[in-house]
C-alpha cells in the first residue's frame, strides 16, 4: 500500500531542478535594480519637462493632479510599458483582507476598422473603478451602491508584473467607497504618516528647524517564512487549506540543538532565494539581508528601510514574489504565523522611525542641543506606545497571531519598551531629577553639557521585548508574518502623532517664541512624562512568570487573544484619537472592527472543519485499521496457542474511542446556534472551537505516534521539516 505521505516522500527525494539556472554573470544586480520600476529617472527622461515639474510639484504639495499632466504621465508610462511588453495595466490595491488586489485592463481599442490600437488615458491612471462588492466593508459600503473607485498614489512608482507570457504595468492605487470612505489599507496609511509629518515638523520648528519640508515614517520589515517541499504540502489538506498544520507530533527533533540559526542554507532553497531577490531587485525593492531563522525550514529576508508607504506596498511584493518563486522551485512559501506547533512560528519585526532632511530623529546626535531633541522623539514615542499600548495590542491581533503572543513564544502580548541600559537610565535621572549614577556627575541638564553621551548602537539585545529601541529606531515584533504592516503603522503614526501635538503643544506654551526658553521647558516636558510613562519601560525578559505579575502591578494591560484585543479598537478614546488626526472616521474604524472580528471568526470556522474533516477521513480511519489489524493478529495468534500480547491495542482502543468522542465535541461546538452579536460569535469561537479542535489534536497526535508507519498517511513534522 502506497500512502500519499509515501508517494510525497519519493516524490521529494527524487526532486530535480526545473529550471535552467539564471544567468547572473551577464546581467550584474546593479543593472537590474529598478529595471521594472516607473522611477523618477525614467520620467525625468521621458516627460517633457514642464510637465515633470508640474507632477513633481504637486506631488510635493500632495495636491490633485491636472487632467493634462494626467495624459502626459499617462502617454509616458504606456509607451515605456509597451516597450517591456505590457499588453495590459492594472490598479493594485491593498483591501481590508490584508491581501493585493489587481484588476487587469488592456491597453487595446478596436479601431472600428477591424484594427486595435493602444489607449491609456489621464484618466484611467487617475481613476478605475473595481466593482468593491466582493470585498469586506464592514456595512460602508450599502448594497445598492457596490461601486468603490481606485486612485493612482503617485507617490509609489508604476511597475511591470513580469510572467513568461506577457508582462503588465502596474499602478499602486488607494481604494475608497463613492461615499469617500477608505475600504483599504494604504488610505489610512498615508492619513496617519501625513498626521505624524505636521506634529513633528512642530517640535522640529521649535528645535530651530526652519522648511524642514516633510517628515516620513520610516520603515523596514523583516519578514519570517518557512519553505517545505510542494509534495508534503499538497499531501496535508490543512497547510492547504488552512496555512498551518492542524495536527502532527512533536518530531525527535525539532530546534533543540540550535544549529539552524544562520546556518548553511540549502542548495535549493539558496537558489529559490537568489531568484526572489533578482525579482525583488527589478521590483526595485532593496532587498538586503538573508539567514536561516531558529525553527527548522524558517527563514528571513529584509529590505534596506524606505519611507512607510512605499516599505509597505513593498512588502507586499516580498510576499508575492516569494510565494510565486518557491513554487518554481518545487516548495511552498509559509507565510502563516505559525505552521508547526512546538517549534518557533513566524513574525515580521517592523522597524519604525521618523527620517526628514535634517536627518534620523530617532538617532542620538553628537552635541547636547541635538540630544535633547533626539530625547524629545523618543520621549513622544514611550508616552504614546504606553497611552495607547491597547491599540498597538489590537493592529496585530489575528487568529494566527494567537498562537505566538501571549502563548509559548516570543513576544508576550503584555505591550512594554525596551531602552537599554543607558538610555533607560537617562530617562530615570530626568524623573527624579537626580543623578544615579556618576555618568552625568550631577544633575542630568538636557540640551548642556552635563547629559552623558548617549548610545550609538544598543548594546544588548533584547529578543523577549515587543518594542524594542535598537539604536537608531524602534522595532515593533509583535506584527504576524503573513499581516499587511499597514494597520500597525498605521497606529504608530497615529499615536505618536498624538504625542508629538501634546509635546510640541506644551513647548510652545513654555517658550512663547523664546528660544532661550526651549532648554527648561524640554527638561520639564521630559520629567513629565518620564514620570508619568517610566510603567511601559522593562529592560528584562518579557517570558518571565515575574514579568506577568510585575506587569500587571504596573496596570500594564495585558490582551491575551484577539477577542481580548479587539474591543480597544472603539472605545471612545480610540475613536477620538483617530478621528482628531484625520486617519480614520468613526465609521471606518468601526467597520474594520466589524472586519477583523468576523475574520477571526471565519479563520476558525475554517481550520475547525479542516480539522474534523481530517479527523473523520484520514486519522480516525488510519486508527481503525490498524485496530482491525492488531485483532487480526491477536486472533491468529490465538489460533495457533500463543497468548498475544494486547498492550499495543488496548492503548490503540482507548485511544479511538476517545477520538471519536473528541470529534463529537469538536463537531457540536461548529455547529452551535449562531449568535447574533459578532463579538458573542467570535467568543464562542475562541472559548470553545478552539478548545474542541486542540482536544481532537492531543488524541490525533498519540494515535501519530502509536500507529504503523505505512497506515499513516499524513506526512509527518519529522518528514516536512527535514526531508529537504
Ligand atoms: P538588525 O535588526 O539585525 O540589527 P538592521 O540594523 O540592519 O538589522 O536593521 C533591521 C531593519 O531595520 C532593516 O530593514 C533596516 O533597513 C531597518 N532600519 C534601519 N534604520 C531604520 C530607520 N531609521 N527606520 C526604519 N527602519 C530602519
Ligand atoms: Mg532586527
Not at 466582493?134 to 486612485?151: K, L
Not at 513568461?164 to 477608505?182: D, H, K, R, V, Y
Not at 520603515?219 to 490543512?238: K, S, T, V
Not at 509559548?408 to 543607558?422: C, D, H, K, R, Y
Request: aromatic fraction near 8%; hydrophobic fraction near 40%; charged fraction near 20%.
Amino acid at each position: 500500500m502506497s500512502t500519499a505521505r509515501q508517494a510525497a516522500i519519493a516524490a521529494v527525494t527524487n526532486y530535480k531542478t526545473n529550471g535552467a539556472a539564471l544567468n547572473f554573470k551577464e546581467t550584474p544586480t546593479s543593472e537590474l535594480f529598478s529595471a521594472n520600476v516607473f522611477t523618477d529617472k525614467v520620467m525625468k527622461d521621458r516627460l517633457p519637462k514642464p510637465v515633470y515639474k508640474a507632477l513633481q510639484a504637486t506631488l510635493k504639495k500632495a495636491a490633485p493632479l491636472d487632467h493634462t499632466v494626467a495624459d502626459a504621465v499617462a502617454l509616458a508610462m504606456k509607451d515605456w510599458a509597451i516597450e517591456k511588453g505590457a499588453t495590459h495595466f492594472a490598479h493594485v490595491f491593498y483591501p481590508l483582507t490584508g491581501l493585493t488586489a489587481e484588476k487587469h485592463d488592456s491597453f487595446l481599442a478596436p479601431t472600428g476598422d477591424g484594427g486595435a490600437i493602444a489607449e491609456f488615458s489621464g484618466k484611467e491612471l487617475i481613476q478605475g473603478e473595481p466593482d468593491a462588492s466582493s470585498f469586506p466593508s464592514g456595512g460602508i459600503r450599502a448594497t445598492f451602491e457596490a461601486r468603490g473607485y481606485t486612485a493612482w498614489d503617485p507617490t509609489s512608482p508604476a511597475y511591470i508584473l513580469e510572467n513568461p507570457n506577457g508582462t503588465t504595468l502596474c499602478i499602486p492605487t488607494a481604494f475608497c467607497s463613492w461615499t469617500g470612505e477608505a475600504l483599504d489599507k494604504k488610505t489610512p496609511l498615508l492619513r496617519s504618516m501625513q498626521a505624524v509629518s505636521k506634529q513633528a515638523q512642530r517640535v522640529l520648528k521649535l528645535f530651530g528647524h526652519k522648511d524642514v519640508g516633510p517628515v516620513y515614517a520610516t520603515a523596514g520589515p523583516e519578514q519570517e517564512y518557512f519553505l517545505i517541499d510542494r509534495n508534503f504540502y499538497f499531501a496535508r489538506p490543512d497547510l492547504v487549506t488552512c496555512g498551518r498544520t492542524l495536527y502532527g507530533a512533536k518530531p525527535p527533533k525539532g530546534q533543540e540543538f540550535e544549529d539552524q540559526y544562520f546556518g548553511q542554507i540549502p542548495e535549493r532553497v539558496l537558489a529559490c532565494m537568489l531568484e526572489s531577490e533578482r525579482e525583488l531587485y527589478k521590483l526595485g525593492v532593496p532587498v538586503k539581508t538573508r539567514h536561516n531563522e531558529v525553527a527548522p525550514a524558517q527563514y528571513e529576508i529584509a529590505p534596506i528601510y524606505e519611507n512607510a508607504n512605499l516599505a509597505t506596498d513593498h512588502q507586499q511584493m516580498i510576499m508575492q514574489v516569494l510565494q510565486r518563486v518557491a513554487q518554481k522551485y518545487g516548495m511552498v512559501c509559509l507565510l502563516h504565523e505559525k505552521p508547526f506547533a512546538g517549534i518557533n512560528g513566524s513574525g515580521k519585526h517592523v522597524n519604525w522611525s521618523l527620517g526628514c532632511s535634517v536627518g534620523n530623529l530617532l538617532e542620538p546626535g553628537e552635541s547636547p542641543h541635538e540630544n535633547a531633541q533626539f530625547l524629545v522623539f523618543c520621549a513622544a514615542v514611550i508616552r504614546a506606545v504606553h497611552k495607547y499600548s491597547e491599540l498597538l495590542r489590537v493592529a496585530v491581533a489575528t487568529s494566527g497571531n494567537d498562537h505566538r503572543l501571549g502563548a509559548n513564544e516570543a513576544p508576550p502580548a503584555i505591550i512594554s519598551i525596551f531602552l537599554g541600559e543607558q538610555l533607560a537610565d537617562v530617562f530615570t535621572q530626568l524623573e527624579t531629577g537626580k543623578a544615579t549614577s556618576s555618568k552625568a556627575g550631577g544633575e542630568l541638564k538636557v540640551g548642556v553639557d552635563t547629559l552623558p553621551p548617549l548610545p550609538k548602537h544598543a548594546g544588548d539585545r533584547n529578543r523577549t521585548s515587543p518594542f524594542a529601541f535598537t539604536g537608531n529606531k524602534f522595532e515593533f515584533r509583535a506584527v504576524g508574518s503573513s499581516q499587511s504592516i499597514a494597520g500597525p503603522l498605521v497606529v504608530l503614526n497615529t499615536i505618536v502623532a498624538e504625542s508629538l501635538d501634546f509635546v510640541a503643544t506644551k513647548l510652545e506654551k513654555a517658550t512663547g517664541g523664546d528660544a532661550s526658553k526651549l532648554n527648561a521647558a524640554v527638561q520639564a516636558v521630559l520629567s513629565e512624562i518620564a514620570k508619568e510613562h517610566k510603567a511601559i519601560i522593562f529592560n528584562g525578559n518579557g517570558y518571565s512568570a515575574e514579568w506577568h505579575a510585575e506587569a500587571e502591578k504596573r496596570g500594564l494591560p495585558n490582551l491575551r487573544n484577539t477577542v481580548a484585543s479587539m474591543p480597544s479598537l472603539v472605545k471612545p478614546d480610540s475613536i477620538a484619537l483617530f478621528e482628531k488626526y484625520g486617519v480614520l472616521s468613526e465609521r471606518e474604524v468601526r467597520s474594520r472592527y466589524e472586519i477583523y472580528l468576523e475574520r477571526y471568526c471565519k479563520d476558525i470556522n475554517t481550520e475547525a472543519l479542516c480539522a474534523l474533516a481530517m479527523a473523520k477521513t484520514m486519522i480516525l480511519p488510519a486508527g481503525y485499521r490498524y485496530q482491525g489489524e492488531l485483532a487480526q493478529i491477536a486472533s491468529s495468534l490465538k489460533a495457533v496457542g500463543k497468548t498475544p500480547h494486547m498492550g499495543t491495542l488496548d492503548t490503540l482502543t482507548s485511544l479511538v474511542s476517545k477520538l471519536e468522542d473528541k470529534i463529537a465535541e469538536l463537531d457540536a461546538a461548529i455547529n452551535h446556534k449562531g449568535a447574533h452579536d459578532l463579538m458573542a460569535e467570535a467568543r464562542h469561537f475562541h472559548d470553545e472551537v478552539v478548545p474542541a479542535m486542540l482536544a481532537v489534536r492531543e488524541i490525533a497526535d498519540q494515535l501519530e505516534s502509536i500507529c504503523a508507519d505505512d497506515i499513516w498517511s499524513l506526512p509527518t513534522y519529522r518528514e516536512i521539516l527535514f526531508i529537504k
